[in-house]
């Protein structure tokens, strides 16, 4: 099974920038399509940013242009820069896996088998 670990989680002034990453091991199969979920207190967990296998990434519309997801493959870790950080974006922060190729297919939160504990962002 693929395990995800997170990390680089913290607390950060409104305004700053934080870097998660997820290191993964335990691929069983050629392609994947990995993602940041992240759940607030009180509120149903939601997608943040995905990236298919072959690059394409996607980005929840209040992220844009603001986060940045990308993959090591040498190091097989995921990285989801965040700049200009809100409030809103306090949360916790998951990564996740789910062996396809195009992340469009995955069916939300419940589609993903693999996830991390998560990792905790707070901005005030």
């Known amino acids: 099974d693929v395990q995800l670990v997170e990390s680089g989680g913290g607390s950060v002034q409104v305004g700053g920038s934080l870097t998660l990453s997820c290191v993964a091991s335990?691929?069983?199969?050629?392609?994947?399509?990995m993602a940041w979920f992240r759940q607030a207190p009180g509120k149903e967990r939601e997608g943040v940013a995905h990236l298919d296998s072959d690059g394409t990434t996607n980005y929840a519309d209040s992220v844009k242009g603001r986060f940045t997801i990308s993959e090591d493959n040498a190091k097989n870790t995921l990285d989801l820069q965040m700049d200009s950080l809100k409030p809103e974006d306090s949360a916790l922060y998951y990564c996740?896996?789910?062996?396809?190729?195009?992340?469009?297919?995955?069916?939300?939160?419940?589609?993903?088998?693999?996830w991390g504990q998560g990792t905790q962002v707070t901005v005030s």
């Open positions: 335990g691929y069983t199969y050629i392609s994947y399509c």
């Open positions: 996740a896996a789910e062996p396809i190729l195009v992340c469009a297919l995955v069916a939300g939160v419940g589609g993903f088998g693999f």
